[in-house]
């Protein structure tokens, strides 16, 4: 079993930065790649960026240059700083854990970023 639990969240003003956190706990050798996702209110929910334990990452073009997936592999934690946000970054963000299949083997509760114009 694998347990993932975000933190960071908040309100923030346009242009402002936030830094989510997704620790991770349990059988954590099973993990290959930690997802972010966003859901908007109304809308589909969305890959925001991602990252494998060897250190690639990925991005959605509509945050490339803002936002930036780290990792602390000694503190089972993937970052995720948000910077110069926007209204349309509203959402719950929610992280994933995928194994070395692409299973997805774990997913958080989600955390509440709103940003005010």
């Known amino acids: 079993q694998v347990q993932l639990v975000e933190s960071g969240g908040g309100l923030v003003q346009a242009g402002g930065s936030l830094r989510l956190s997704c620790r991770a706990s349990?059988?954590?050798?099973?993990?290959?790649?930690i997802d972010w996702y966003r859901q908007a209110p109304g809308k589909e929910r969305v890959s925001v960026a991602s990252i494998t334990m060897s250190g690639a990452t990925n991005y959605a073009d509509a945050v490339k240059g803002r936002f930036t997936i780290s990792r602390d592999n000694a503190k089972n934690t993937v970052y995720l700083q948000l910077n110069s946000l926007q209204p349309d970054d509203t959402a719950v963000y929610v992280c994933?854990?995928?194994?070395?299949?692409?299973?997805?083997?774990?997913w958080g509760q989600g955390t509440q970023v709103t940003v005010s114009s």
């Open positions: 994933c854990a995928r194994n070395s299949f692409g299973m997805a083997i774990a």
């Open positions: 349990g059988n954590t050798f099973r993990i290959n790649t």
